[in-house]
């Protein structure tokens, strides 16, 4: 069993960056692939960026492509997650989870066994 705990969340406005933490607990996290997930008021929940366990391959989302850095620091059992030049539309409840498929970088929320409750970012125009 994982626990995951996100926090970074807040009030921001247009063009500001955000960091976003997730601590997980149980032995596996470390060992275990990381996905960041946002969703939107009456919209599906949809992929930020995705990172294997050892932390060499990441791949991001479309929207946050250029602008996102997802990162793991295993000391921590955290997993971060930079976003710089933030917009509106990325006002959203933001997630974090875990699969126990270590090495892949798919990112399908239906992959993800694990999540945490989320932190809501809204971004002021």
């Known amino acids: 069993q994982v626990q995951l705990v996100e926090s970074g969340g807040g009030l921001v406005q247009a063009g500001d960056s955000l960091s976003l933490s997730c601590v997980g607990s149980?032995?596996?996290?470390?060992?275990?692939?990381v996905g960041w997930f946002r969703q939107a008021p009456g919209k599906e929940r949809e992929c930020v960026a995705v990172?294997?366990?050892?932390?060499?391959?990441?791949v991001y989302g479309d929207h946050a492509a250029g602008r996102a850095t997802i990162s793991r620091d295993h000391a921590k059992n955290s997993v971060y997650l930079q976003m710089n030049s933030l917009k509106p539309e990325d006002t959203a409840v933001y997630y974090c989870?875990?699969?126990?498929?270590?090495?892949?970088?798919?990112?399908?929320?239906?992959?993800?066994?694990?999540w945490g409750q989320g932190t809501l970012v809204t971004v002021s125009s």
């Open positions: 989870a875990v699969r126990e498929d270590r090495y892949s970088v798919t990112c399908f929320a239906n992959e993800f066994e694990y």
């Open positions: 149980g032995r596996s996290f470390n060992y275990s692939g």
């Open positions: 990172i294997d366990w050892d932390g060499f391959s990441a």
